[in-house]
């Protein structure tokens, strides 16, 4: 199969961990087929953790096929199941789950921040945390079970479940809670943070959705009602993934395909993380200038804390008229005022609506360490760990034994998080998700 370069005699012992230059020939009648170079990994230290063989060949499919048909000769190799080098690693003990995780989403990253913040996840930090975590709670246990075994004698100090254990229970407790109570950030981010725009029709609103895309992705005309369905494309605005939603213009309608429209697109600006609000400042400043409020009745109802305002038109406008839109509305810390038409402050709006977006979901760029959860099952499982820690807390000393169980169940809980126990059904899922060669 491989010949030395050099030599012409047949490989047969590789030097582990060197590159070395080689003839890949067929097996049966030792026809060539590439010349290539070959490394040997031998276990343990390899990714997989068992014994590798790398084949570097030149990238044409016909060669890439010649070189499969070949392997497919011999009958103890077959191809790779997706994300079955990854699994064995795991299995192998090279990668713990929140690992894998870090690495499938390292591969899926479309942004810089989700590329830092998964790198933190496959380099192993994310698992660090939870193993100080589950050492913690060990040591609490251990202590409980000493007292168990040998109750407060000579070799036990005086008042150790009082003092040490419930003392360090409820610090870590008051941990996992600090960490559950961060408003899903790294959920969010990993998927994407969903925005919603919305506003009145010819507000200004596929313009931006097509500003922020770069491309025509919605059709734009002067006719009210042009957009009827959510339009939804995932952008990278300032390192962030935003999954942007264009929603119809939201007012009274006959029309029933467009009363549709509207629905959806109120349904899609409540499932949303944030929302913008696009507005005419020719419409925004005749209101002001009546002593009414500049955002229209039939929005107002869909106006959050968690809602940004773009003013758009301000082409048609004088600048000396804009401060008073500010001057009378408690909206400058979330609004900016461009025109999509000449693109007149449209870098400076999506500059801010990306500062504004990483102080709300608390993304520092100086500092590249990711949220301790990631993945909706990393709150489950932490969750649980807090319940059965709050069931320590409440015990009373004499409930020893109990109390000993509660602490093995938050053990337990947060061993799952990194795949020490029960992960089979999560793997299958993850895996299915893997490319081959991973």
Known sequence: MLRSHSSDKLLRDPIPWKLQRCRIVHPDNETLIDDGLAVYFRAPYSYTTLPTLELHIHSGRALVSALLSALSAFPQLRPAEPGEFTRQALLGGRLD???????????????????????????GETRAEYEALRNKIIHCLSQVEALIDFGEGEDIE????????????????????????????????????KMAIFGPPNAGKSSLFNYLANRPASIVTSIPGTTRDVLELTLDIGGLPVVVADTAGIRETEDVVEVIGVQR?????????????????????????????????????????????????????????????FDSNDLLSRS???????????????????????????????????????????????????????????????????????????????????????VEDVLDALFRDFCIGK
């Open 97 to 123: 789950l929140t690992q894998v995780e870090g690495l499938h989403d390292l591969i899926e990253a479309d942004t810089e921040v989700q590329r830092v913040w998964a790198l933190g996840g496959a380099g």
């Open 158 to 193: 005086e008042g150790v479940y009082e003092q040490v254990a419930k003392v360090e229970a409820s610090e870590l407790y008051s941990t996992i809670q600090k960490h559950l109570s961060d408003n899903r950030r790294g959920e969010v981010i990993r998927s994407g943070i």
């Open 265 to 325: 697109g109120i349904d899609a600006i409540k499932a949303a993380d944030i929302s913008l609000c696009v507005l005419p400042l020719p419409e925004v400043l005749n209101a002001a200038e009546k002593g009414q409020s500049i955002i229209p009745e039939d929005i107002r109802n869909l106006v959050t804390p968690t809602t940004y305002f773009l003013f758009n038109k301000s082409d048609l406008v004088a600048s000396k008229d804009l401060q008073a839109v």
């Open 336 to 422: 900016w005022c461009a025109s999509l038409a000449s693109g007149e402050g449209t870098h400076a709006f999506v500059q801010g609506l990306a500062k504004a977006l990483k102080t709300q979901f608390e993304i520092d760029d100086t500092k590249t360490h990711a949220p301790l959860i990631t993945r909706s099952r990393h709150r489950v499982h932490l969750e649980s760990a807090c319940k059965f820690l709050e069931a320590f807390l409440a015990l009373p000393p004499e409930d020893v034994v109990l109390a000993a169980e509660e602490l093995r169940y938050a053990a337990q809980a947060v061993g799952r998080v990194t795949g020490d126990i029960g």
